[in-house]
């Protein structure tokens, strides 16, 4: 409502009572003049028509105009005792509403459009000053004046004219004193009633004077505004905070204390958090409903100003709680506890002290009585608190409460000790409540407090979930490294073996043809030890102790050529998608490895999506300030941060439960049915992914799917100068390199590397294979067989034989130099396994290298060069070839060095 001052007119009166005056009713007149007029006419009408055709001829039409207006009679008649016929006068009054109307003391007028009035009542006429009919006058000439009445009027008006309510406060000032109007006006006419004609465009305007009220709410804000004075400059500060924790007041000295603006206080501005900090916040609402009662509550406390000091305080804490238990604004007294400059109040000083260390302390802290039930406590205790308590038994505060059900024995007892008055008490583990894995330790205490009786022991709350984590990741990855110690020592072993049987069935193959009955007995020993060879493999991938071959390549497009792979491996019913990202950086890997990786993961992915679904690999950039934004907080590594390249591989599939996702890359544990998996498939995508420099983590929801993501580190290019021996070698063409034995078990498997290995090897591109023609196996030479292994070392030598080598045998590297000593050094090629007695491999090639620096050498190994990369002498070239290797593929290696 606009409040606008209105100017005394010089031609008003002032009011008179209203008893004196009787109320201007021109609404009676009521009627049509046109239809009088027109019935008058057509009775003349017809008078004159009877007279132009005379009296004889017009007999029988007076008859029938008389018979008519008969007939109009008797039915108006019937329709006016029936209540169908009002007269005018009766339907357009009512003398019981105009009675009221006449007698109420507030001021009512009605007026046409035009401005006529249509009625105004006594209180109306005494206020205007009108003294009968002739001068009343409506609302619109009444009440003007000045500019600001003016306008109020006008609006006034405006809504009259549209037919819609309105309402206006005008302040006239007058020789006795202001005084207050309100103005209303509104359509005569409601909807489904009945109106006169005269008033179904008339609007009715009502004044009252409000003078009274309006002097009340005045004095009423003079007298808030002094109380608020009152309390703004109080020697104590005072606030009061909403149940969400806002802060809805607060006077000017506690603002004047905190360095803040009051502007800031109110909603959206202030919240308890700002003064206070979360774990003080927590405290203060740790005082037990109690419903349809007010209860207080004293802290001693640090309110935290805007620069972020600390100030101590105490709070008188009072809060009002509604039937059903609900919080309503706190009053919240606050007495500053600061030193003076002239203060000598020791013990005021160690009372602040003590609060500090209480309220301070990184230990939850609660006196509790024997039942566990909680009296006194430190903010932190109460936000633990709060935070693991359910909303509605937030105000029962027992210390048994925040542990698990299970965990409740150990820690009765311990406060059942305490308050017998046992000291030095064992601490109690226990998991605290609510849905999350998290635990504590609790320390008890006996305590003796004469002023509180009811206290048994004191609790330290010490929340131990980080700690756990921790303890369980080092353990996980302890796990993880032995488990990939031990399949690295079993696979290496077990290549020896399967050396042996490949070796010698090649053997069995050359004297066999395939019109032999052995011959397909001697091909399902060899296909399937190759089988064998294949899950060894496997192992040596999860241990990281396989052979890489690492190149700078770009994964998008390595994922679309393995695209077609994809979509024929998932199969018809599970909808494959790739969203490739933008200008994605070089990664160094393997191909053929990262490859087996996204296919295990699709495999996987497909299985766990029966019903059909969609997986959605996804590739993008992940710069070093965004890579924590990827490091799960429940994994055990923590990723370095740097520049990386994320592939993320999403399935809508069933979800991996909480206790199988933690032992998803442990070797040979599966989920599928027997016969159905190795159990190898994740943890070889662990140790291919860890062995290329990266990391990989899961999400997974159940019911809503999984999400592997592997993040590989950004290769960057170095200056020629900084590049390894080995790949400054392969680039000038001084050593060459062999298609990798992991990749397939037919293929050569050769590395030739040497010299500084911090960096693994670069990789050597094969030429282009030429169109298969027979090739001359057979050499000549003289080759150093050194094998520990004596089956490994019988085949080896049969077949260099077979082919017109002179092999030495030799069994360690010692026996191997005493060997090189009694034939002079003269040897063509020297074929060395790399872990070996008394001597290795790499210590071998270091001595022989001293008499015969051009010596070329071969290693073999179960192992991948990486796992002895560190024992190699600097500035070496060597060649090497994993096992096991077939017949042919050894033929190759050794006579392609021989011919070097």
């Known amino acids: 409502m606009a409040l606008v001052e209105k100017s005394v007119r010089a031609d008003a009166a002032p009011p008179k009572a209203a008893g004196a005056r009787r109320a201007v009713d021109k609404s009676d007149s009521s009627g049509s003049t046109v239809m009088v007029l027109a019935v008058a006419i057509v009775l003349v009408g017809a008078a004159l028509f009877f007279l132009m055709i005379g009296r004889e001829n017009a007999y029988p039409y007076v008859i029938a105009l008389l018979a008519g207006l008969a007939v109009c009679g008797v039915f ?60 009343v006058r409506g609302v619109e000439r009444a009440f003007t004046g000045a500019p600001e009445v003016s306008e109020a009027i006008y609006r006034l008006s405006q809504a ?18 202001a005084r207050w109007y309100r103005l209303r006006v509104r359509p005569m006419a409601g909807e489904g009633v009945a109106k006169p004609r005269a008033a179904a465009r008339a609007s009715v305007w009502s004044v009252e004077d409000i003078t009274r009220d309006r002097q009340s709410a005045e004095s009423a804000f003079e007298t808030l505004q002094k109380a608020i004075d009152f309390l703004d400059h109080a020697p104590a500060g005072f606030f009061s905070m909403d149940p969400s924790g806002e802060i809805a007041y607060m006077n000017a000295t506690l603002a004047g204390w905190l360095d803040h603006d009051l502007a800031e206080v109110g909603p959206g501005g202030l919240a308890l958090a700002d003064i206070l900090a979360a774990d003080a916040a927590a405290l203060l609402r740790t005082i037990t409903p109690a419903p ?79 039942g566990g039930h909680v009296g006194r406590s430190n903010p932190l205790f109460a936000r633990m608190s709060a935070d693991l308590m359910p909303t509605g038994e937030a105000g029962s505060r027992s210390l048994l409460a925040l542990v698990k059900e299970a965990s409740r024995p150990a820690l009765i007892q311990a406060i059942g000790e305490a308050a017998a008055g046992k000291g030095d008490l064992t601490p109690v583990d226990g998991a605290l409540t609510g849905d999350a894995n998290r635990f504590a330790r609790f320390f008890v205490a006996p305590v003796t407090d004469p002023e509180q009786p009811g206290e048994a022991a004191i609790a330290y709350v010490v929340e131990t979930t980080e700690l756990r984590q921790l303890q369980e990741q080092f353990a996980q990855s302890q796990k993880m490294n032995a488990v990939g110690q031990l399949a690295g020592g079993v696979a290496h072993d077990f ?44 192992l040596l991938a999860f241990s990281r102790k396989q052979t890489m071959r690492p190149m700078v390549v770009q994964l998008g497009d390595v994922l679309s050529d393995t695209s077609m792979l994809l979509r024929r491996t998932l199969g018809e019913r599970v909808g494959l998608d790739m969203i490739h990202g933008r200008d994605l950086w070089p990664v160094r890997a393997d191909v053929t490895q990262l490859e087996q990786v996204i296919l295990n993961l699709a495999v996987n992915a497909r299985d766990a999506m029966p019903e059909g679904g969609k997986l959605t690999i996804r590739t993008a950039n992940v710069p070093a300030s965004e890579v924590a934004r990827y490091q799960p907080k429940d994994q055990p590594v923590e990723m370095p941060a740097t520049d990386s390249v994320m592939i993320e591989v999403t399935d809508t599939g069933t979800g991996i439960p909480e206790d199988i996702r933690q032992k998803i890359f ?36 159940m019911g809503k799917g999984t999400t592997f993501r592997i993040v590989l580190p950004r290769h960057v290019e170095q200056p020629a100068s900084a590049q390894a021996p080995v790949e400054r070698a392969a680039a000038a063409g001084l050593v060459e390199a062999a298609t990798p034995a ?46 520990d292994e004596e089956a490994v070392r019988a085949f080896a030598s049969r077949a260099l034989a077979s082919r017109g080598y002179t092999v030495l045998e030799a069994g360690s590297g010692v026996e191997a130099l005493e060997v090189m000593a009694g034939n002079g050094g003269q040897v063509d090629l020297v074929v060395s396994d790399v872990v070996m007695p008394e001597m290795n491999g790499p210590t071998l090639l270091g001595e022989l290298r001293k008499t015969n620096p051009d010596i070329k050498v071969i290693f073999v190994s179960g192992y991948a060069e990486e796992a002895f990369k560190n024992d190699l002498p600097e500035g070496q070239a060597f060649a090497f070839l994993a096992k096991p290797f077939s017949l042919k593929q050894l033929i190759e290696a050794v006579k392609e060095q021989v011919k070097a």
């Open 742 to 787: 992991a990749s397939t078990p037919s293929a050569p498997a050769m590395l030739v590397a040497g010299g500084d290995q911090d960096a693994p090897a670069a990789a050597v591109p094969p030429p282009p294979k030429p169109a298969p023609q027979p090739r001359d196996d057979t050499g000549a030479g003289t080759i150093l067989l050194v094998e």
């Open 76 to 135: 108006s008649l019937f329709a006016y005792a029936a209540g169908i016929l009002r007269f005018a006068t009766e339907d357009s009054r009512n003398d019981l509403t105009k009675a009221m109307v006449d007698s109420a003391q507030e001021a009512a007028v009605v007026t046409e459009p035009s401005g006529r009035v249509l009625y105004a009542n006594p209180a109306y006429l005494a206020m205007t000053g009108a003294t009968g009919e002739d001068d």
């Open 495 to 538: 290549n020896n073996v399967l050396q042996a049987v490949i070796g010698h069935a090649d053997l069995l193959l050359m004297n066999h043809k395939p019109a032999d009955p052995s011959f397909n007995d001697i091909m399902q020993i060899k296909q399937n030890a190759n089988r064998a060879a294949s899950i060894v493999r496997q």
């Open 666 to 701: 442990d070797p040979f544990f599966s989920t599928k049915e027997v016969g159905k998996g190795t159990g190898l498939g994740l943890s070889t995508v662990y140790g291919i992914v860890k062995q290329s420099g990266g990391y990989v983590f899961v999400d997974s929801q």
């Open 160 to 177: 009259a004219r549209e037919g819609r309510r309105h309402q206006e406060e005008v302040r006239q000032p007058e020789a006795e004193g």
């Open 292 to 370: 349809g009662e007010v209860r207080t509550a004293t802290f001693d406390l640090d309110l935290k100003k805007r620069s972020g000091e600390a100030l101590p305080v105490r709070l008188l804490h009072k809060v009002a709680f509604a039937a059903d238990g609900t919080p309503g604004s706190s009053r919240t007294l606050v007495i500053n506890r600061a030193r003076s400059d002239d203060s000598a109040d020791s013990l005021r000083a160690a009372e602040v002290r003590f609060a500090r260390f209480f309220n301070s302390s990184p230990l939850g802290i609660a006196t509790v009585d024997r």
